[in-house]
């Protein structure tokens, strides 16, 4: 069965709407969905009123939500299981605390998305906002485990304080990549932006790209021809770097040789 | 004037000797009265248990300890929400809630009066304005004597008078109900980078030791005839093999005799940190067999257990090179606080995993103190929120009570906590036990005559809970949601809900100036060169205790 919900008309403020998971929604028919209740700013108001829901038999998907949903938050917060795909933007959070199931976001999505996940995987075609896998202030940990593709590019402090899973990212992404990351590996295809790996204790940060800058921490450990990293084998020169020493232990920053040229100079010749 | 008549529960009153009989307890203007007019609203609590309002004898809730934790863990707040009511506020936070949820969740549980455990002096006043924001509770305050510049002066050099009358002065100008001593001397030495070693070593740049400041403190307090004893937090916090630290800092008063009605000269706090054996975390060990039979042979000494919880705590304690070496072992975070000339201060989150030896150990600790030592001697506490929250209390009462469930969890934790004595323990508390505990024994450790029993003229504080004597299903909940509870006559829980919030009274004491009050304002003026702020601007106004009206104790000469 298939739950679709197609977005009418949405209010100027945000909409708290973590009750948008599979887990939520299949159990239920498209009145009883209408009639949840959600947060639209400081009132209490049904779902029905945003969205034209209806339910099918026959569907790819196990949710389908589509329109302009950038101000609709906590879209898949906490999912445990089953599929939901977003045909638009979303707003921020979206599938945090995920534990399962696989999330599919043809548009943009903003802040947070997939803070702290401990599972499942998310797919997004646009470009990500900050803290991508992160974590919430406070937090020991951000993302866990599970995995984040992103199609785009990504803001500041990509993977804050991660310690599993991965996340793959085709486009570039912004400063403070992997800060306090403690484990799992991050993949940045077209370059990432000042002080990658800050504060950074485990785990791997690769940068197929040029990095804005590396942190006084960053100690050069050697150059690796096609590595194997948190056992996925990569094409290419790698300059290794023990990050950060600052802190107790270590996690690895790889830089593509080939397109940080002028970063690495310093080092003489490497390949 | 409003009456209440609370008929045929199930009374648990030791205090008054009353044991499970069933009987009405009328309550007029606050107080319980001897009988009440027929027009009185009668409530029948047949199959009820009733006991007088809870009184928690050490539990860190207010001052800036607690809202340097609130700020340190943003994520604390999201872990327990409880959205506001009508009549509630919102309440947040699971190891260290805003206000309300203290209040409210105290009240719930059938508490109404808790003690702060240490206030320092400097930050009494913001302590004051946020005890006047706790819903519903009775509160008082210990406020941090041991580490105290110009006291330790004093004792160093013997001026014994001019120490009491600084003390004296001292309770006044924080409007605190007693004297609280953590890690004598320690926390001054922690100000350069150390600690002290044993009770008798020196204090860097002081000439007194750790035992001296406890004996005079101890002596002064009796002088001052003060409501309750010292609170000491004795040496050697969270150290392996710290035990015998304890049992030789518990010496230091033998033979002596309290000067009032109550029963000791030195409440310990949270003992369980205090009762380890072993040289280092590799044989780390509970000596709790040894700390409570050492416990049950004194009469001048009570304490509270400090019981571990497992789960998410926050450690806070004025024992700042504890909280560093908590720091360097787990690399959580941590604040580190100095308060100038008095004390200072650490935080360290803490999980306590069921998982890990050195938490199993103390969980095991906790527990084995509470069940070897006598009711009168040991009272129950978490330290909140240093081995665990207070919201947890029926959890810890329940394994107590319930020695099948204490065995369920015992098979579930660490393996060291099966090679203990623990599980060789078949003792489990009855309610008249836990009335005492919680109740009577902490309320009489207080000096807190109308607090803590249900005879006539006693506050019309008390909880009802939903249980029977012997039945164990349920204990838990039932102690975590009272049926009813009633807080200076009115009813402020129905069914484990808040219904009234009312702002309950802040206990405090004041001593009456003695001869050398003169001279020790003189050597007060010089003192205050190692302030921040003005002598003036020191003392806590009356205001932020209004409507109180304070212990006033007669000075023994």
């Not at chain 1, 069965?1 to 929604?25: F, I, Q, W, Y």
């Not at chain 2, 027009?39 to 050490?58: C, E, F, N, Q, S």
């Not at chain 2, 604040?335 to 935080?347: K, L, R």
């Not at chain 2, 084995?368 to 947890?392: H, V, W």
């Amino acid at each position: 069965m298939t739950v679709s919900l197609r977005a009418k008309e949405l209010p100027p403020v945000g909409l708290e709407a973590d009750c948008l998971t599979p887990d939520n929604l299949l159990d239920r028919n498209a009145e009883e969905i209408s009639r949840i209740r959600v947060w639209c700013g400081r009132r209490r108001m049904r779902l029905g009123r945003f969205f034209d829901i209806e339910t099918d038999a026959s569907g790819e998907f196990d949710v389908e939500i589509s329109g302009d949903l950038s101000r609709v938050k906590r879209i898949a917060q906490e999912m445990s299981t089953g599929s939901l795909h977003l045909l638009g933007h979303a707003g921020m959070h979206l599938g945090n605390s995920m534990k399962g199931g696989k999330v599919i976001v043809e548009g943009n999505v903003s802040s947070w998305c997939g803070a702290e996940m401990a599972g499942g995987s998310i797919e997004i075609g646009g470009d990500a906002g900050h803290y991508l896998g992160g974590s919430y202030r406070g937090s020991p940990k951000g993302m866990t485990g599970g995995s984040i593709h992103l199609r785009g590019s990504a803001g500041h402090e990509l993977g804050c304080r991660m310690a599993g899973g991965e996340i793959e990212i085709a486009g570039g992404c912004g400063d403070f990549a992997s800060v306090h990351q403690s484990g799992g590996l991050v993949r940045v295809a077209k370059g990432c932006g000042y002080r990658p790996a800050a504060s950074m204790s485990g785990g791997a940060l690769v940068v197929d790209g040029p990095a804005g800058s590396l942190i006084p921490g960053a100690r050069y450990a050697g150059v690796k021809s096609d590595p194997e990293i948190e056992s996925r084998p990569l094409k290419g020169i790698y300059a290794e770097f023990l990050c950060d020493q600052a802190e107790r232990t270590q996690g690895r920053l790889f830089l593509l040789v080939e397109r940080n040229r002028s970063l690495l100079a310093p080092l003489g010749p490497l390949d | 004037m409003t009456e209440l008549l609370l008929a045929n529960g199930r009374v648990y009153d030791p205090k008054n000797g009353i044991n499970g009989e069933i009987m009405d307890l009328p309550i007029r203007a606050g107080k319980i009265a001897d009988r009440v007019s027929p027009r009185a609203r009668k409530i029948d609590l047949r199959g009820r248990v009733v006991m007088p309002g809870g009184v928690d004898v050490h539990s860190h809730i207010t001052g800036s300890k607690i809202n340097a934790a609130r700020i340190m863990r943003p994520e604390d707040v999201r872990r327990k929400i409880m959205p506001r009511t009508r009549l509630t506020r919102s309440a947040t936070g699971l190891t260290v809630p805003n206000l309300y949820m203290i209040g409210y969740t105290y009240a719930r549980m059938g508490y109404t009066t808790v003690m702060e455990g240490a206030v320092p002096a400097l930050k009494a006043r913001h302590t004051h304005e946020e005890m006047s924001a706790i819903p519903i509770i009775d509160k008082a305050a210990m406020i941090l004597l041991g580490n105290n510049w110009l006291m330790m002066r004093y004792l160093a050099d013997g001026e014994m008078e001019l120490a009491r009358e600084y003390a004296s002065w001292f309770l006044e100008a924080t409007k605190g109900y007693g004297i609280k001593i953590v890690n004598p001397g320690g926390t001054e030495a922690w100000g350069w980078g150390g600690n002290v070693e044993g009770i008798h070593d020196t204090v860097p740049h002081f000439d007194i030791t750790p035992a001296e400041i406890v004996e005079g403190l101890q002596t002064i307090n009796e002088e001052l005839n003060l409501p309750t004893s010292v609170h000491l937090h004795p040496n050697g916090l969270g150290v392996p093999g710290n035990f015998a630290t304890t049992l030789e800092t518990l010496d230091l008063v033998k033979g002596r005799t309290p000067s009032t009605h109550r029963d000791q000269l030195l409440h310990i706090v949270h003992l369980q940190f205090h009762s380890y054996g072993g040289s280092s975390w590799r044989d780390f060990s509970s000596q709790a067999d040894e700390v409570a039979k050492y416990l049950n042979s004194r009469d001048n000494i009570t304490a509270d257990a400090g019981a571990v919880v497992f789960g998410w705590s926050t450690t806070m304690t004025a024992d700042g090179p504890f909280e560093h070496s908590l720091q360097s072992l787990t690399h959580n975070k941590w604040t580190n606080a100095d308060v100038e000339a008095e004390t200072g201060a650490g935080i360290v989150p803490h999980f306590y995993s069921r998982k890990n030896a050195v938490s199993a150990v103390q969980w095991c600790t906790g527990l084995e103190l509470m069940l070897l030592a006598r009711p009168e001697k040991i009272y129950l506490s978490t330290d909140n929120p240093n081995a665990g929250p207070f919201y947890r209390y029926p959890h810890v009462l329940r394994l107590l009570m319930d020695r099948k469930y204490r065995e369920s969890l015992i098979e579930r934790a660490h393996k060291v906590a099966r090679r203990g004595i623990l599980p060789s323990i078949d003792r489990e508390y009855d309610l008249y036990e836990i009335s005492m505990i919680t109740r009577s024994q902490t309320a009489k450790a207080l000096g807190m005559d109308d607090k803590g029993h249900l005879g006539e003229g006693a506050d019309a504080d008390v909880s009802v809970y939903d249980m029977e004597p012997g039945v164990k299903k349920g204990i838990e909940r039932s102690l975590q949601n009272a049926f009813l509870v009633v807080k200076g006559g009115r009813i402020v829980v129905r069914d484990g809900d808040v219904t009234d919030t009312p702002s309950g009274r802040t206990l405090w004491t004041r001593c009456r100036p003695g001869k050398e009050r003169d001279s020790m304002i003189d050597d007060l003026r010089d003192h205050f060169k190692y302030y921040s702020i003005q002598r003036a601007n020191y003392a806590v106004a009356e205001e932020y205790v209004a409507g109180s009206t304070p212990n006033t104790p007669e000075v023994r000469d």
